[in-house]
């Protein structure tokens, strides 16, 4: 059973658009969460977290967005790059563990 | 620092055969994941350790699936025997407290 849930495997924006990737976790217990972002063979590299106290954190371009109500996450990209164009996960762990969670990732293209 | 180092960046091998893949954590990290990355199921979590002993194993799919960790800068994830199933794509990670997963670049495994 996946924990941690991606449901659109790939979106593709307009440069200079918002691009607005989402998760979804069914595991209460997770309070923890981080976006990482993928280039073709390379490994993921950490793009920005959040922990359950907070409902929003922002990084430059870069805002993700909690509602724990509705076991839910989101990633922001304003204003979209063509750099930006890679695969997306986003993961989640519970505060008790170190065993992190990865969806099954969102290939975003923007188009230039 | 060097990053997570995962040899070999790739390895093609018939049915049957055994397979070892190796990973050195990032220095100082206390923490080592062995993460498998497939189409269907994303990032899949095979087993974690913590200062070299094994935390979570419960992703290993099967008992031909070993992990080991007998130092601080090194990991094996071995595969014996291999199957076709198996071709993936295999990520190392490492952390310690305060910081997010550093992943190596991968091993993409091809069994024919």
């Known amino acids: 059973d996946q924990q941690v849930k991606q449901n659109s495997p790939s979106l593709s924006v307009q440069e200079g658009r918002i691009s607005i990737l989402n998760c979804d976790y069914t595991n209460s217990m997770f309070d923890y969460f981080l976006w990482y972002k993928k280039y073709p063979a390379e490994g993921p590299t950490f793009l920005i977290s959040?922990?359950?106290?907070?409902d929003k954190n922002e990084d430059g371009r870069f805002t993700v967005f909690l509602n724990k109500s509705a076991k839910h996450l989101s990633l922001h990209i304003v204003p979209s790059q063509p750099g930006d164009s890679a695969v997306y996960f986003c993961a989640a762990k519970d505060s008790g563990t170190y065993k992190y969670i990865f969806g099954t990732g969102t290939r975003l293209k923007v188009l230039a | 620092d060097a990053g997570v180092i995962q040899s070999p960046r790739h390895e093609v091998t018939e049915m049957g055969q055994e397979v070892t893949l190796r990973c050195k954590p990032i220095?100082?990290?206390?923490?080592l994941f062995w993460y498998r990355q497939t189409m269907m199921r994303g990032l899949e979590l095979l087993i974690y350790f913590n200062n070299n002993v094994p935390i979570d194993d419960s992703g290993m799919p099967e008992d031909r699936f070993s992990a080991k960790m007998p130092n601080a800068s090194f990991s094996t994830l071995k595969i014996q025997p291999s199957e076709p199933r198996d071709s993936a794509v295999y990520f190392c990670?490492?952390?310690?407290?305060?910081?997010?997963?550093?992943f190596g670049n991968g091993t993409r495994l091809t069994v024919t």
């Open positions: 220095s100082g990290h206390d923490y």
């Open positions: 959040i922990s359950s106290i907070k």
């Open positions: 990670a490492s952390t310690t407290q305060g910081s997010p997963l550093h």
